[in-house]
T-cell receptor, first 110, second 114 residues
């Protein structure tokens, strides 16, 4: 079973920041938080991952709460091409067996 | 690099037929895996391999066989297709099974079993 809880859908206006929440209250100390997204009919695409510190790359930022029980993926300036299903995954760093839940369907509106 | 490639893109089978879904990667990745995705659902792990000659079962292995004779290729065999195997199949690879390595996914194979 997926170890995360995400809202099934969200909307965001183009050009605004999209903030996608994820709850992972049972996360253990050696488990990382990964984010992937799946644009319609394509294979999933890696976005970002983190352990306890906030992370930023060219695609997004990941904010993890101090108790690590929840996190937020931030797309700073959402575009129409960011419309996708976003998956938050918690997994042991060595497991490489990603367990996908149903994710959040993010729709970016013009 | 072509990345992760999958063939065929689409396939229609009759119940009881067998077939092999092909997956190849040209990134010299150790780790490869197969997932299936049913409509409106997340991906579920079928089988995975941490290197040539080594395979293991994932969450939903029944009805599927795999082998890993080379680093590049990881075919998925359906022994006797059933309508319940109608799904989209994704192959993925990563550099290593150790550490937090990014997984790269192929474009998928859409399978319909009648």
């Amino acid at each position: 079973d997926a170890k995360t809880t995400q809202p099934p859908s969200m909307d965001c206006a183009e050009g605004r920041a999209a903030n996608l929440p994820c709850n992972h209250s049972t996360i253990s100390g050696n488990e990382y938080v990964y984010w992937y997204r799946q644009i319609h009919s394509q294979g999933p695409q890696y976005i970002i991952h983190g352990l306890k510190n906030n992370e930023t790359n060219e695609m997004a930022s990941l904010i993890i709460t101090e108790d690590r029980k929840s996190s937020t993926l931030i797309l700073p300036h959402a575009t129409l091409r960011d419309t996708a299903v976003y998956y938050c995954i918690v997994e042991d760093q060595g497991a490489q067996k990603l367990v996908f839940g149903q994710g959040t369907r993010l729709t970016i509106n013009p | 690099n072509a990345g992760v490639t999958q063939t065929p893109k689409f396939q229609v089978l009759k119940t009881g037929q067998s077939m092999t879904l092909q997956c190849a990667q040209d990134m010299n990745h150790e780790y490869m895996s197969w997932y299936r995705q049913d409509p409106g659902m997340g991906l579920r792990l079928i089988h995975y391999s941490v290197g040539a000659g080594i395979t293991d079962q994932g969450e939903v292995p029944n009805g599927y066989n795999v082998s890993r004779s080379t680093t590049e290729d990881f075919p998925l065999r359906l022994l006797s297709a059933a309508p319940s195997q109608t799904s989209v199949y994704f192959c993925a690879s990563s550099y290593s099974s150790r550490g937090q390595e990014t997984q790269y996914f192929g474009p998928g194979t859409r399978l319909l079993v009648l």
